[in-house]
């Protein structure tokens, strides 16, 4: 007669291999873990607001950093106004901290943000 033995297998602890893996992850790909329902437009905002400055430094350099006769347009520098106006901040700290939470009350403010500054 066989005699039957059995082998306890301890629980699988996770590898550190496999937890470093994801702890990089998290910190060079945040956006895979913090993408909220706002994530996309917000960034969109954040690109628009981000393209003044970009039209500036532009014209700057054709310019040869020289006092021209070009002006910005008014578009242009309302949004330049804008990105320091408390109202525009408040406003996108709050898309954020809604965004970050799952919230979707962030779309009604992302929706105002845009109002805002004409997108």
Not at 42 to 58: G, Y
Not at 89 to 117: F, P, Q
Request: include cysteine; aromatic fraction near 4%; charge should be neutral.
């Amino acid at each position: 007669m066989r005699e039957l033995t059995f082998h306890i297998v301890p629980k699988k602890e996770p590898s550190t291999v496999r937890m470093v893996l994801i702890a990089t992850s998290l910190v060079f790909f945040p956006d895979i873990s913090s993408a909220g329902p706002c994530a996309a437009d917000i960034k969109q905002i954040e690109d628009e607001m981000a393209q003044v400055d970009t039209e500036s430094e532009s014209a700057n350099r054709k310019s040869g950093g020289v006092q021209s006769s070009w002006q910005p347009p008014p578009r242009s520098v309302a949004r330049a106004k804008m990105k320091t106006d408390a109202h525009y901040l408040a406003a996108m700290d709050r898309a954020r901290s809604l965004d970050a939470e799952g919230n979707a009350g962030c779309m009604r403010v992302v929706r105002e943000i845009k109002n805002m500054i004409g997108m």
